[in-house]
């Protein structure tokens, strides 16, 4: 009964949703899906590719109100209607799983490779061979069974206060758990994906015991007990409270182009290091999506994450949040560009995924709160 209901209220939902056209998290309605909406209603003839198109129904992680845009592009070029739920990573997840074979969504699209591994891990996904996809993704950011795809890369940087830190005296994560660091770092808690896939990466590459110490480091050099976003770690070390931080780019570029002027003033104050040049790299995670098994709309689906993967998409896409395109054939925006080029961790990005447990319970037993 409570599933009927659960299944009655999602329709619904969904149904609401293609109606109004998706509220970011900033709260702004996009019009672009309404006028759509309403041209479909009215059959209009100019538009007869959308009368055949069908739809995607899309569970999504990422908390931009710029990839709408993209949404509407793909609706334009095929006609196919995408729906859009937007949520928290692990809810997504969860609520897939609730609803099993019943689930209207067809595709699960998530802020970390290690929740699209866990996806896949908990049978919610589904294999899609795809040339184009094999050919506009390298292999280390996509599943190995292609259950999933990368779309959009993101570094996870340290950032520092230009007036008070020398550079080069923080080159590597490690150099985070220095001495001349306590009581100077800025990060968030251990309960955000971001940090768990960073110390997931480590395990895969120094080890768990190189790992464990790295993370006692940090807990033992922290400014204050985490809270708050990226963006905040980055405000607190130009308050004071620290001098240097742990951040993905895409929140330094958006800080650098916000309209708050106070952001703006913060981030031209930071510099920004890509740790570990000269040893195992940075850590860099994407953004990504995965086919659920449940999905009724394969064709569109696959359509769908295709589109993602072309040049023109990946170009808008990563440009509009300030993240790396996967599709090597793509150049990043300017502003990263300006940051230079850097070496990335050489890990198959499904090892965050199976790195994840132990990395949450390292965090517990140093106290990483
Ligand atoms: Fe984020």
Redesign the pocket.
Known sequence: MRNKLMLVGFILLLTILAACGNSTEEGQTDNTNEEETTEEASNSEENASEESGGEVNLYTGR?YETDQELYDQFTEETGIEVNVIQGDDDELIARLDREGKASEADLLMT?DAGRLHRAKSMDLLQQVDSETLNENIPENLRDEESQWFGLTKRARVIVYNKETVNPEDIQTYADLTKDEFQDKVLIRSSSNI?NQSLLASMIALDGEEAAKEWAQGIVDNMARAPKG??RDQAKAVIAGEGDVAVM?T??LGKMLNSEDEEEVKVAEQLGIIFPNQDTTGTHVNISGIGMTASSKNQENAQQFMEFLTTEAAQEQFAEANYEYPVNPNVEAAELLQSWGEFKAQDLNLSELGENNERAIQIMNEVGWQ
Do not use: I, K, Q
């Open positions: 908390h802020a971001y976003g990226d993905n895409y929140y």
